[in-house]
């Protein structure tokens, strides 16, 4: 729906890309969305069919609309090389050194950020979700992967090349699980959403008795998800039960090394197994009262994303406002 509204200036395009969508969003400067279209990615065209189509989405707004639009702001799901805007890696596109900037901005003739699309949301829930107000804050989204974003001193850390929030690849076992990145025990192999779902199928096949339950809720082993597994969890089936606080236990063990690491007021949870499984905010609040350094936590908060799915699209447009001289 597009909502008219006066005074909404300055006006941004933000657009998240990620392995399966791509959400195209009209951001005006108090974060709301005035317009946003959400189409599929196609990554099986390579780097330039998927450039020319998020070109013509694009166009095509541009050239329907009187709004005076000042840049566009890009999520990627991938690591990102600020300056240039090129995108040097993205796995669920297969992307390698793709110039995203250049290629965007020659297409479109507006100025071009690439960033991060969990640094994208974490800028999004700072400015405008959950996080506003607070200049010290670390956001994690936990979805099929884990990421994350710091913001320290009323800054995005960024680090030496970039990467700064990869908070997913936290050891939190040193003997542990192979996690997607080539190491052993990271936080992401124990409560991404992949993850999960391969430690409930685990479970299920040691032990087909106690997961008859969640068999017959996801229809078979290989359709187990996180979110047969939250279902379980509500009806209180014992397996369910016992990998859900598993995984909690392994979440509040990573977020309790986040916490003495960067003393942050706020955490934010998001994502769609925290959407999935609210119950994880408290399981770890209780880790952090009980094994954080109290220095580290006794004014911390911990709560849920504000912005839903909306906060990597709201965020690279915020990110976008930076290019304009407004």
């Known amino acids: 729906a597009v909502l008219m509204g006066r005074k909404r200036k300055p006006i941004t395009l933000g657009v998240d890309l990620g392995g399966t969508k791509v959400e195209v969003a009209v951001v005006d400067g108090a974060g709301s969305i005035i317009f946003s279209s959400r189409y599929p990615t196609n990554p099986q065209k390579g780097p330039d069919g ?43 596109l297969g992307w390698q050194n793709v110039p995203l900037k250049n290629e965007l901005e020659k297409g479109i003739g507006l100025p071009v950020i690439v960033t991060n699309d969990v640094r994208a949301a974490t800028y999004g829930e700072w400015l405008y979700g959950a996080g506003h107000g607070v200049d ?104 369910a039960c016992q990998l859900v606080e598993e995984t909690g236990m ?23 197994v925290i959407e999935n499984l609210t119950i994880f905010i408290s399981m770890a609040e209780q880790g952090v009262k009980k094994h954080a350094l109290k220095a580290a936590s006794t004014h911390l908060k911990i709560v849920k994303a504000g912005l839903g799915e909306k906060a990597a699209v709201i965020g690279a447009a915020a990110m976008a406002r930076g290019l304009t001289t407004l």
Request: negative net charge; glycine residues 16%; hydrophobic residues 40%.
């Open 50 to 92: 998927v450039i020319a189509d998020i070109t013509t989405y694009v166009k095509d707004y541009l050239s329907k609309t009187s709004e005076d639009i000042l840049a566009l702001g890009i999520g990627v799901a991938g690591q990102v090389e600020p300056s240039a805007g090129n995108v040097r890696f993205a796995p669920n």
């Open 250 to 272: 392994y979440l509040s063990a990573g977020i309790v090394s986040i916490v003495n690491a960067f003393n942050p007021c706020l955490i934010i949870l998001g994502g769609g």
């Open 136 to 239: 010290d804050l670390v956001a994690i989204f936990v979805g099929t992967g884990i990421g994350g974003g710091v913001i320290s001193g009323g800054r995005m850390l960024e680090g030496c090349s970039n990467t700064a929030g990869e908070l997913g690849h936290i050891t939190v076992r040193t003997d542990g699980r192979r996690c997607n990145c080539g190491n052993m025990g990271c936080l992401e192999a124990y409560a991404g959403g992949w993850a999960i779902a391969e430690r409930a199928k685990e479970a299920v096949k040691c032990n087909a008795e106690s997961g008859l339950y969640l068999l017959k809720l996801a229809g078979g082993v290989e359709n187990i998800t996180s979110v047969a597994l939250n279902k379980a969890y509500q009806d209180k089936d014992p397996l």
